[in-house]
């Protein structure tokens, strides 16, 4: 969901919380026992707490379909034709190849062999495209369609220890 559309969701909200309490002050001129304050504001608060879990449930569901988990990238995608195993190890990440299509998805199933490491993908003019964490015991999945051809570059992005900043390699994505 676009940011600003949950900002606008957000303001909107205030507004009518604000006209609301605004209303109830500018009607409440006279006195008014306190039990009788007390009641409405306990239906208030119920009919008010209510409604907000009712919106955030809601803008939670509608944000899953962002989440960059793999079920959801290939139900996006398509299922990948090309998986690359990926192995980080102080300091040097392993590929199982190192030329894939453009255009196709392609799966990264990325794990490590002795520490944390975060798999960065870079393109060729140095922008971060794609990452995920490379865990030991663990193997992360991650579907990515490469838009053009060339070669981009891997690095860790977690710090793993003295010569972290080495750990790169690249890969070349060819034309179909």
Not at 9 to 20: D, E, K, Q, S
Not at 81 to 104: C, D, F, M, Y
Not at 125 to 145: D, E, I, K, S
Request: hydrophobic letters at 50%; a positive charge; proline letters at 7%.
């Amino acid at each position: 969901m676009n940011p600003h559309v949950v900002l606008a969701v957000l303001i909107a909200l205030g507004l009518i919380w604000t006209a609301g309490w605004a209303t109830v002050l500018l009607r409440s001129p006279r006195a008014v026992p306190v039990e009788t304050i007390q009641k409405s504001e306990a239906r208030v608060r119920l009919v008010l707490l209510t409604s907000f879990a009712a919106i955030a449930i809601v803008l939670f569901i509608l944000t899953l379909r962002r989440l960059p988990y793999q079920g959801t990238r290939i139900m996006e995608l398509g299922p990948p034709p090309v998986t690359v195993a990926v192995t980080g190890a102080q300091w040097s990440w392993i590929l199982s190849r190192t030329r894939v299509p453009e255009g196709v998805p392609i799966e990264f199933a990325v794990s490590a062999r002795d520490v944390n490491h975060d798999f960065g993908l870079y393109d060729p003019r140095g922008r971060l495209v794609a990452q995920v964490q490379a865990m030991p015991g663990y193997t992360n999945r991650l579907v990515y369609v490469f838009p053009a051809p060339g070669t981009y570059t891997v690095r860790c992005l977690e710090y793993c220890g003295l010569a972290h900043d080495m750990m790169t390699t690249t890969f070349t994505v060819a034309e179909q």
